[in-house]
């Protein structure tokens, strides 16, 4: 089945040895019938784990209805989901998409709309926000521009939390400053609170659209619904995807009044994006979320985990840094996080990587803490045995 793959797949992807078949709650089963605890998620992409009742049922239920309605006709469950969100976030408006770099793209033209004429866009380095030519343009990783160049024109890329880098790059040119609250691929680096005030300051002052891009650490993975409500600090305008949709494409982008005001039929558009079975699994998704206690859930698990985290920080010294909130979390070591995730992979855990050197966990929320005790142990046996 590998050699069909690598004979007619583009090549895109490195695929690894472990082939997933199965899966349970948070546990993910390999093709040899071996059980491994998922600290990944896909990516983000599996809040609540596999198999989960509620998805099911709603994928059951979905299943013999229409699979797929054109956007030129009303279907109920886009309207439902689009006012949770709205409720749940204080924005004014949602936009459905399939993917987190869709939901960019948009962003990037909601804000040309606000202010036409501007095309300078401000971003941070080490930041990533999706693999379109737009999203890419944003993103703040040379390998990932590079290849594709020359991109959109005039964005400027600065260190994160650096406030004074931040004054001196907005001003009344700027279309639009994108930021993750957390990021993702750049490491695990959280925002500071004075810097994302700071940058609501700034746009408020000249007319810059706030995007914050919450594709990854949004919709409860920070331990809040929504990784700004941590801060304080409401953009003009939210992205999200990955759990949204239950395992299936889902984007979204929520727009305050000022920006929603401005898009007007066939300015934005998609075939796929709200489709109705994506929907619905994004209103059990919500569901589970908020009325089921699992962002609480994340946010009790998470402060519990950070304290084990830095207990292994304080007694491991390949351990350089830990950083992140509730399930979002990056572990930064003193050698490269490949070959020790490829280990912690032989020992049953399925972690990911970020930059060259931090364990990168996204694990579903209903992980129990059993399996993060467990991960933390074999982390530790897995450094100690890099060392001797």
């Given at each position: 089945?590998?050699?069909?793959?690598?004979?007619?797949?583009?090549?895109?992807?490195?695929?690894?040895?472990?082939?997933?078949?199965?899966?349970?709650?948070?546990?993910?089963?390999?093709?040899?019938?071996?059980?491994?605890?998922?600290?990944?998620?896909?990516?983000?992409?599996?809040?609540?784990?596999?198999?989960?009742?509620?998805?099911?049922?709603?994928?059951?239920?979905?299943?013999?209805?229409?699979?797929?309605?054109?956007?030129?006709?009303?279907?109920?469950?886009?309207?439902?989901?689009?006012?949770?969100?709205?409720?749940?976030s204080g924005l004014s408006r949602a936009f459905f998409c399939n993917s987190g770099t869709?939901?960019?793209?948009?962003?990037?033209?909601?804000?040309?709309?606000?202010?036409?004429?501007?095309?300078?866009?401000?971003?941070?380095?080490?930041?990533?926000?999706?693999?379109?030519?737009?999203?890419?343009?944003?993103?703040?990783?040379?390998?990932?521009?590079?290849?594709?160049?020359?991109?959109?024109?005039?964005?400027?890329?600065?260190?994160?939390?650096?406030?004074?880098?931040?004054?001196?790059?907005?001003d009344d040119t700027t279309s639009a400053v994108f930021l993750e609250p957390i990021q993702?691929?750049?490491?695990?680096?959280p925002l500071t609170p004075e810097f994302l005030r700071a940058a609501r300051e700034l746009?408020?002052?000249?007319?810059?659209?706030?995007?914050?891009?919450?594709?990854?650490?949004?919709?409860?993975?920070?331990?809040?619904?929504?990784?700004?409500?941590?801060?304080?600090?409401?953009?003009?305008?939210?992205?999200?995807?990955?759990?949204?949709?239950?395992?299936?494409?889902?984007?979204?982008?929520?727009?305050?009044?000022?920006?929603?005001?401005?898009?007007?039929?066939?300015?934005?558009?998609?075939?796929?994006?709200?489709?109705?079975?994506?929907?619905?699994?994004?209103?059990?998704?919500?569901?589970?979320?908020?009325?089921?206690?699992?962002?609480?859930?994340?946010?009790?698990?998470?402060?519990?985990?950070?304290?084990?985290?830095?207990?292994?920080?304080?007694?491991?010294?390949?351990?350089?840094?830990?950083?992140?909130?509730?399930?979002?979390?990056?572990?930064?070591?003193?050698?490269?996080?490949?070959?020790?995730?490829?280990?912690?992979?032989?020992?049953?855990?399925?972690?990911?990587?970020?930059?060259?050197?931090?364990?990168?966990?996204?694990?579903?929320?209903?992980?129990?803490?059993?399996?993060?005790?467990?991960?933390?142990?074999?982390?530790?046996?897995?450094?100690?045995?890099?060392?001797?």
């Open positions: 089945m590998e050699a069909r793959a690598a004979a007619f797949l583009l090549g895109t992807y490195s695929f690894t040895k472990f082939h997933p078949r199965d899966g349970r709650g948070a546990k993910l089963v390999d093709a040899d019938g071996k059980v491994y605890w998922d600290l990944l998620a896909g990516i983000a992409v599996n809040a609540l784990g596999y198999r989960h009742p509620r998805l099911v049922k709603t994928l059951k239920a979905g299943a013999t209805d229409l699979l797929h309605v054109s956007n030129l006709f009303y279907q109920p469950a886009q309207g439902e989901l689009a006012e949770r969100l709205v409720t749940l869709e939901a960019n793209e948009a962003a990037i033209k909601f804000a040309r709309l606000a202010n036409p004429g501007r095309a300078k866009l401000v971003a941070l380095d080490n930041s990533f926000h999706g693999r379109t030519v737009g999203a890419v343009s944003l993103t703040g990783n040379l390998p990932y521009r590079e290849p594709f160049e020359p991109l959109l024109p005039g964005v400027t890329f600065l260190p994160a939390n650096d406030v004074e880098a931040l004054r001196a790059a907005v993702g691929e750049g490491g695990i680096v746009c408020d002052a000249t007319g810059a659209v706030l995007v914050f891009d919450e594709i990854q650490c949004g919709l409860g993975r920070t331990g809040k619904l929504f990784a700004f409500q941590r801060a304080g600090v409401t953009p003009d305008v939210v992205t999200l995807a990955k759990p949204l949709g239950g395992g299936l494409p889902l984007g979204a982008v929520l727009l305050n009044e000022r920006v929603a005001a401005l898009v007007k039929p066939g300015h934005h558009g998609t075939t796929f994006g709200g489709n109705p079975v994506a929907c619905r699994l994004g209103l059990a998704v919500l569901d589970e979320l908020v009325e089921g206690g699992l962002v609480a859930k994340v946010e009790e698990t998470g402060a519990w985990f950070g304290k084990r985290l830095a207990s292994l920080a304080r007694r491991c010294p390949a351990v350089v840094d830990v950083r992140g909130a509730g399930l979002i979390r990056g572990i930064e070591l003193d050698r490269e996080a490949g070959p020790v995730q490829k280990k912690l992979l032989a020992k049953g855990f399925v972690v990911g990587t970020a930059r060259k050197n931090v364990i990168r966990l996204l694990p579903p929320y209903v992980v129990p803490k059993a399996a993060l005790s467990a991960f933390l142990s074999a982390l530790e046996e897995t450094l100690k045995e890099g060392a001797a």
